[in-house]
């Protein structure tokens, strides 16, 4: 935040005997310059931001009335943290739908179908340390939808978020009233009665790379332009409500392979960074887009922080080798961090989302997902292609310790996601 002008001084201003010498006042002059370019930097330092990964700028002082987030029905009990708090058993309000009941969900996270032998994973419930979480209300959310445009864009982690909440809403809608349609990148739930669309736009890194095709994109030699986010961001104009996520594919190693130009030029132009480095140009250019093309007053945008794998089960205590392989307990430890998840890209986002003007709300949803190794796929999901008789012989091999069973931990990312719409 910017101070306001200060009042020049001169010399000629001053009575004579109190008249400043040279070297005051080119000291005052320096410190009012430092105070203009640096403010905000200073504001972060002194506390009057609030905590990295709240990552909302304070507002600055005013008489006038907070202004009202769009959507917003109500507040958030003061002193609650919905991130913060621990999975409780609950077998009478979950699961929230069956999974034979909803038809939209892909092969890749039908673990009953798959064989998997257990369905405890369904029953958690997550409650905050200091207050409850709204009950997600379906009727609520399709009435707020009616007319417009609800957006998940970033890889298959949003994709399950996407099918979650499009799940969760099903059984208030009439099987003759909603459809679904995929072209190319993008996926169109609709509901007809609404003339509500709840939308799906694979851009694994939201900026253009070579990893964009929505169905071959299992590239190993990633690479991702500079400044291209407009190349996916046209698809997402008009979009009153957005939900983005990046984070798994930018994990490559340490650096990132960045192209300066276009991946249409012959000779290309290609420089190796660190992944934050990578990631916080990524970072830069979706708040920019959003700047640029979202209205403040009638549209909001979510970004749902890194979601953990579950690959290294020395990480929780377990012998090495093991992963989230037939796993059916939680973590209890409350402090618990997989070494997955970089805290040095959490920074990242810390800093350039705290410096930024640009309304965003953030979903944490790392540290609670943290804890539940029970709730991926792991073996129990459709395979790419045949699996090998050493595969078969050790299925440690072949889990997937990134993806999530559902019904399971993804629908409680859009309750989260519920609760700071209409309660921020």
Same mark, same amino acid.
């Given at each position: 935040m910017k101070p306001s002008s200060p009042m020049s001084f001169t010399s000629s201003s001053l009575p004579r005997k109190t008249r400043l010498s040279p070297y005051l006042f080119t000291l005052l002059a320096f410190i009012l310059f430092v105070c203009v370019l640096y403010g905000e930097d200073f504001m972060c330092i002194f506390g009057q931001l609030e905590p990295t990964f709240n990552l909302q700028p304070s507002p600055k002082p005013s008489n006038k009335k907070p202004e009202k987030l769009a959507f917003a029905i109500g507040k958030t009990e003061e002193n609650c943290d919905v991130f913060s708090g621990k999975w409780v058993r609950d077998e009478v309000s979950r699961p929230q739908y069956e999974e034979w009941e909803c038809p939209y969900i892909q092969p890749q996270l039908t673990c009953q179908e798959r064989g998997r032998p257990d369905k405890d994973y369904q029953f958690w419930r997550w409650q905050p340390n200091h207050c409850d979480l709204p009950s997600f209300n379906a009727t609520l959310m399709l009435e707020t939808l009616r007319g417009k445009r609800m957006m998940y864009v970033g890889d298959s982690l949003n994709r399950g978020m996407f099918v979650s909440m499009i799940c969760l809403l099903h059984r208030v809608i009439p099987n003759d009233q909603r459809s679904i349609k995929t072209s190319g990148s993008l996926t169109v739930f609709t509901a007809k009665e609404y003339n509500a669309t709840i939308e799906f736009y694979w851009a694994p890194f939201l900026l253009e790379s070579n990893s964009d095709d929505a169905i071959v994109h299992r590239v190993s030699d990633r690479v991702v332009r500079k400044?291209?986010?407009?190349k996916h961001g046209r698809h997402w104009k008009g979009v009153d409500i957005v939900v983005f996520n990046t984070y798994l594919w930018w994990m490559t190693g340490l650096k990132m392979k960045i192209l300066q130009g276009s991946f249409e030029d012959k000779e290309k132009v290609i420089t190796e960074v660190s992944t934050e480095d990578a990631y916080r140009m990524g970072m830069k250019?979706? #708040?920019?887009?959003v700047k640029n093309n979202m209205d403040r007053k009638k549209t909001r945008v979510f970004f749902t922080s890194m979601s953990p794998t579950h690959a290294k089960g020395i990480d929780w205590g377990a012998e090495p080798g093991?992963?989230?392989?037939?796993q059916t307990t939680l973590i209890e430890d409350p402090n618990y961090w997989g070494s997955d998840c970089r805290k040095s890209i959490m920074k990242v986002i810390g800093d350039v989302f705290g410096r930024s003007k640009t309304p965003i709300t953030f979903l944490n949803i790392?540290?609670?997902s943290n804890y539940r190794k029970d709730a991926h796929t792991s073996i129990y999901k459709k395979q790419w292609s045949p699996l090998t008789s050493e595969q078969i012989a050790n299925p440690t091999s072949y889990a997937d310790c990134v993806h999530w069973c559902l019904p399971g #931990?993804?629908?409680?990312?859009?309750?989260?996601?519920f609760a700071k719409l209409f309660y921020p």
């Open positions: 400044g291209s986010i407009n250019s979706m #708040l920019r887009w093991q992963n989230c392989y037939n790392t540290q609670m #931990l993804q629908d409680t990312w859009n309750e989260l996601l």
